[in-house]
Structure formats: structure tokens, C-alpha cells
């Protein structure tokens, strides 16, 4: 079966400082992978998709950045973290051709 | 702009009755549709899919699409207080796989 991971799970860092979140995924090969971010009582947003080693594409202008090093590892990256980047980020997969997306745990920043 | 509006609620149900939540969205060319719950300080799990008008059963959960009138609704039948969560309504919107989330719908079940 199916498992994806994140890490870490909470992380608290001050402005300016930089970021990296993991995510990992086991039991399948070539999934899509998404990085979805949630603002506290707000819905998902999509910030970026992969469909393959080192194929990213950016859902909106920001100072995150996402890179695919691994067919199913999916990373996501600050060099400064700002306030507003604070929020529950998301990691998701699925499979090629299927439309159904699983989340992650989840890791939630806490930007002060 | 591509949107999915969902009623933000809360909504409240009595323990053993029937939650009915709704979902609209603008893309006609949506389709594909799905349903997550999302307990607090957790991440959406998903529950139901549906691709074709008409309704799905999984269990206590039922989810109706109606293409012609772009809504897809979710029934929960029976509610207990294990259901009380935030419903997300998401619709594919490419060939990409990429989903468009509404904000989500608050259910409380109260005993």
C-alpha cells in the first residue's frame, strides 16, 4: 500500500530565516506530487505540481521555491521566510492517470 | 477565475440524522469531483469521488452530482459525532490532475 510522509510535523522559525519541508512517498512509482498550503480557517491552495523528476510548475508568485530531486521525494524551499508565509503546508500524490489525490500529515509553520 | 463556493456553516446536525452538504462551481468543463474531511489540526482525508451525474453510496455517504446545474452535494446519513469535521468540496480542473478546493463546510454533530 501507499504511504506518504512529511517531516518535520510543526516547525517554528523566525522572518528571514530559510525553509525546507520533505515529503516522501512509498509504494508506487511516477506519482504526481502537489504542495498544497492552508492559512489558518481558509481552504487549500495549490502551490506547486510535479509530473516528473525535476518538473515543477508553480501555481502562484511567491517567495517558495519546489524541487523534485527523487521520483518521490518532493521538496519545498524558502531562502527567507516572511509572517504571511505561516500556515499548514500539505504534501500530496497521485497516481499517474488517476484522478483521486491522498494527503500527507501535514507540517504546520509557524513564521514569528 | 476558475471557483468552488461551499457554505462555510457551521452546520448543525442532530446525532442520527441526516447532514446534506452542497457545493457549486463555475468550471463547466469540470469532471471530476470529491470529498474530503478534514478534522481540526489534521490533514483532508478522502472520502467519496464522484465523475458521473447522478448519485454514489459508500456506506453512509452519499454524493450527488448534477453537471447541468454544476453543483455536487454530499449526504451523510445516520451522523454521529465522529462526523463532525470540516467537509471539503474539490473539482479537478485540467488534464494535470490539479484540484480546486472550496474553503470547506463546518459540521457539528451534536448528541
Known amino acids: 500500500s501507499q504511504t506518504i510522509h512529511q517531516w518535520p510535523a510543526t516547525l517554528v522559525q523566525p522572518v528571514g530565516s530559510p525553509l525546507s519541508l520533505e515529503c516522501t512517498v512509498e509504494g508506487t512509482s511516477n506519482p504526481n506530487l502537489y504542495w498544497y498550503r492552508q492559512a489558518a480557517g481558509r481552504g487549500l491552495q495549490l502551490l506547486f505540481y510535479?509530473?516528473?523528476?525535476?518538473?515543477i510548475s508553480s501555481e502562484v508568485p511567491q517567495n517558495l521555491s519546489a524541487s523534485r530531486p527523487q521520483d518521490r521525494q518532493f521538496i519545498l524551499s524558502s531562502k527567507k521566510l516572511l509572517l504571511s508565509d505561516s500556515g499548514f503546508y500539505l504534501c500530496a500524490w497521485s497516481g499517474q492517470g488517476a484522478n483521486e489525490q491522498f494527503f500527507g500529515p501535514g507540517t504546520r509553520l509557524t513564521v514569528l | 477565475q476558475k471557483e468552488v463556493e461551499q457554505n462555510s456553516g457551521p452546520l448543525s446536525v442532530p446525532e442520527g440524522a441526516i447532514a446534506s452538504l452542497n457545493c457549486t462551481y463555475s468550471d463547466r468543463g469540470s469532471q471530476s469531483f470529491f470529498w474530503y474531511r478534514q478534522y481540526s489540526g489534521k490533514s483532508p482525508e478522502l472520502i467519496m469521488f464522484i465523475y458521473s451525474n447522478g448519485d454514489k453510496e459508500d456506506g453512509r455517504f452519499t454524493a450527488q452530482l448534477n453537471k447541468a446545474s454544476q453543483y455536487v452535494s454530499l449526504l451523510i446519513r445516520d451522523s454521529q459525532p465522529s462526523d463532525s469535521a470540516t467537509y471539503l468540496c474539490?473539482?479537478?480542473?485540467?488534464?494535470?490532475?490539479?484540484?480546486?478546493f472550496g474553503a470547506g463546510t463546518q459540521v457539528v454533530v451534536t448528541p
Open positions: 510535479s509530473v516528473g523528476i525535476g518538473q
Open positions: 474539490a473539482v479537478r480542473a485540467d488534464s494535470w490532475g490539479k484540484l480546486q
